[in-house]
């Protein structure tokens, strides 16, 4: 069973970046295909990016192209999610969550961490 | 602007069975693309709840079934119950632009 905790809320700047943590429990990081999703206040799931073990690369969404970036530390089993430039709009609720499936026919996201908000105000 | 387009909300009675749609097109269901649906309870992460078009995870009840035909899918929600008072998601894979996984518009589920 995967177990996913991530690190607690944020409030930031305009302009700032932030930077989220997963760590995950019950199996290794690099057993996993880790991805983040993140919710608007009231809005719905958004994709933003992750690992793609089909070639072993990150993906992002294009909308945040240069301005995210999506690490792993398989020392300590973490993953972390960095957004840079933030503005108001970048407020939600941000998940780590895993990809099951060996290519996007068939992939879907069956272990999710518990959220960690961040709100950006000035 | 999601790619993949749901009721915004749909209701029933307790016992009643309800559907959510989800509607595609050629670079997402339409070209083959399993679709996958979320539930999500007020203030918490969202949870697997149909993969593969029509297959259950462990633990969660036959009274949730889905499918896919065409460009679009549905979910169908049988012998409603009130915990089933949630929000819940479809999800894809999208070709266009560079290609990306992509989430249903979203539908609330109210059980009257």
């Known amino acids: 069973q995967v177990q996913l905790v991530q690190s607690g809320a944020e409030v930031k700047k305009p302009g700032a970046s932030v930077k989220v943590s997963c760590k995950v429990s019950?199996?290794?990081?690099?057993?996993?295909?880790m991805h983040w999703v993140r919710q608007a206040p009231g809005k719905g799931l958004e994709w933003m990016g992750g690992?793609?073990?089909?070639?072993?690369?990150?993906i992002y969404a294009q909308r945040f192209q240069g301005r995210v970036t999506m690490t792993e530390d398989t020392f300590t089993d973490t993953a972390y999610m960095e957004l840079s430039s933030l503005r108001s709009e970048d407020t939600a609720v941000y998940y780590c969550?895993?990809?099951?499936?060996?290519?996007?026919?068939?992939?879907?996201?069956?272990?999710w961490g518990q959220g960690t908000l961040v709100t950006v105000s000035s | 602007q999601s790619v993949l387009t749901q009721p915004p909300s749909v209701s029933g009675a307790p016992g009643q069975r309800v559907t959510i749609s989800c509607t595609g097109s050629s670079s997402n269901i339409g070209a083959g693309y399993d679709i996958h649906w979320y539930q999500q309870l007020p203030g918490t992460a969202p949870k697997l709840l149909i993969y593969g078009n029509s297959n259950r995870p462990s633990g969660v009840p036959d009274r949730f079934s889905g499918s896919k035909s065409g460009t679009s899918a549905s979910l169908a929600i049988s012998g409603l119950q009130a915990e089933d008072e949630a929000d819940y998601y479809c999800q894809s894979y999208d070709s266009s632009l560079s290609g990306s996984y992509v989430f249903g518009t979203g539908t609330k589920v109210t059980v009257l």
């Open positions: 969550t895993t990809k099951w499936g060996s290519d996007s026919y068939q992939s879907y996201f069956d272990y």
């Open positions: 690992f793609d073990p089909e070639d072993g690369e990150t």
């Open positions: 019950g199996y290794t990081l690099s057993e996993l295909s």
